[in-house]
């Protein structure tokens, strides 16, 4: 049964990813985003990652796919004819990657899988929330830290560059 609802999720996610891209329209092109989504947010609950399927719709879903709208409808984009010469090298670089997804998948037998020490027992013990919080602050706590650096930065800069643009006044 699992087997079934696996192949469901990721038939409607490859098909609609296909979609965001081959859409004109890029409204459309959102809303098939959208529902791509929600179907990898059904697929972290098979996986029993619920809270992963819930920060799934509520950061990708919610926030980010409002972020996405706001810039097309801000950017007020026309039709335009220049994707028909884009379609070739799409063409080769998805059939560089499907060639890739099987000689990965083939070669997937030939190794055995490393897993870390300790890690089922911690994950018994604990739920979804509780593993992730714990190693997140104790094993990823620098990354962590660097990348909320790196998105202060990312902020300081996008107000910087907004208020440029905003048309303030220039001593000169």
Known sequence: MEQIFFFYFAFVIAATSVLVVAMRNPVYSALALLIMF???????????????????????????????????????????DRYHRQWPMAAAVGVTLFVEAIILTVMKGWTAPL??????????????????GDVLYSTYLFPFEVASLILLVAMIGAIVLAKKDLGEPTES
């Open 115 to 132: 897993a870390a020490t300790g890690t089922e027992t911690t994950i018994g013990e604990a739920g979804n929330t509780e593993a992730i």
């Open 38 to 80: 929600f179907h990898v947010a059904g697929l972290y609950v098979t996986l029993h990652a619920e809270f992963l399927a819930a920060v799934q719709i509520i950061v990708y879903a919610g926030a980010i796919l409002v972020l996405y709208l706001f810039v097309v409808m801000l950017l007020n984009l026309k039709q335009d």
